[in-house]
């Protein structure tokens, strides 16, 4: 029996329970949180590696590593947007991710285009290619709906955070196009490959266009299973109305990293295999390969040699 003004042991024990476990959640949520910001931070930094060595290290003869070098960039802008919180972005950020949105329209039809050209072998400079059009429609929608609402204009003379009248249609409309974009691109770029499937895989034997073919093709598996990966964790809760969790971010951005090192491991090793098949098919080793049917195996002084040697063991 407890006395007045004495708080029970089984209480005191309640709560000491609940403020541990309040302790352990928020510990563990700074825990999730910083390994969210690094995560961010090193795949960011790891995709622009990749894209300025693309870009101005690695040269392909039909120029198709600017549109390599491209997608990894925006690979890299991807991963820097989960440095971005409520305390240093400089808008809301549901209202930041509606301005950046466009620029996520052009990874589908670059990836495209890289595998066209690669397959068709176009050369070139690509210029601006009608597959680029909705990206900056997009733009120009979006830049017009801004300056029409009037809340740019008040956002600069007034020094205040404001958001877009129509945000959340924005916000609604945006990722469901996306989403249709994705799905169209990913069946075109899949009928493009299985067209030259019989001509990529020769029979016993590697060439040029078998490594071009895997390498297109593990990359197109990459990038779809990344976008499911999200669709599933990110995309769908957040059309649905639910709240898209840290921890679901942090997965999709983990997925994505571990992918691009496999990518980078298998690059290299398609890379070193075809420099080896490039080197076996050059005209200047198959000439030295080949043996020249009117150079002679013996000179002059020993063939007199020879035949010397010969008329002594006939006498």
Same mark, same amino acid.
């Given at each position: 029996? %407890? ?10 024990? %309640? +709560?000491?329970?609940?403020? *541990? ?8 949520h700074g825990l999730l949180f910083e390994g969210y910001w690094w995560l961010s931070l090193l +795949? ?5 590696? /990749? ?17 390599? +070098? ?13 440095? &971005? ?10 209202? &930041?991710?509606?301005?950046?949105i466009p620029a996520y329209f052009l990874l589908m039809p670059m990836l495209y285009l890289y ?9 070139? #400079?690509? +210029?601006?290619? !009608?597959?680029?059009i909705p990206a900056i429609a997009l733009v120009l929608v979006i830049g017009l709906s801004a ?14 955070? *404001? ?13 469901? /196009? ?23 895989? !020769? ?14 093709? %593990? ?19 957040? /059309? ?10 942090? #997965? ?7 992918? /691009?090192?496999?990518? %980078? ?6 890379? *070193? ?14 000439? =030295?390969?080949?043996? #020249?049917?009117? !150079? ?14 010969? =008329?002594?063991?006939?006498?």
């Open positions: 029996m %407890a006395f007045r003004g004495e708080i029970p042991p089984h209480a005191c024990l %309640a +709560g000491h329970f609940a403020s *541990t476990m309040s302790t352990m959640d928020t510990h563990s +795949g960011g930094l790891h995709c622009i590696g /990749l894209g300025l060595y693309l870009r101005y290290l690695y040269r392909d003869r039909n120029d198709n590593h600017k549109l390599l +070098g491209a997608i990894f960039s925006l690979l890299a802008l991807y991963f820097l947007t989960g440095l &971005l919180n409520r305390d240093n972005s400089p808008l809301p950020l549901q209202q &930041l991710f509606i301005l950046l595998c066209y050209r690669s397959l068709h072998d176009i050369k070139g #400079s690509i +210029g601006l290619s !009608r597959h680029f300056l029409l609402s009037g809340e740019m204009r008040q956002l600069v003379s007034t020094s205040r955070v *404001t958001q877009f009248n129509h945000v959340t249609l924005l916000g609604t409309v945006l990722p469901l /196009l996306l989403v249709l974009q994705t799905g169209l691109y990913f069946y075109a770029i899949w009928r493009l490959l299985r067209r030259f499937k019989g001509r990529a895989h !020769r029979a016993h034997q590697d060439s040029l266009k078998d490594i071009k073919f895997r390498w297109l093709l %593990a990359l197109t598996l990459a990038m779809l299973t990344n976008w499911l990966v999200r669709m599933g964790l990110v995309i769908l809760p957040y /059309l649905l109305g639910d709240k898209v969790s840290l921890a679901a971010q942090a #997965s999709t951005r983990l997925f994505l990293l571990l992918s /691009l090192y496999l990518l %980078a491991l298998y690059g290299l090793k398609q890379i *070193t295999m075809s420099a080896y098949l490039r080197g076996r098919l050059s005209p200047d080793l198959q000439t =030295q390969a080949r043996p #020249s049917s009117s !150079r002679q195996l013996l000179n002059a002084e020993e063939l007199n040699y020879l035949q010397q040697l010969l =008329q002594s063991d006939k006498k």
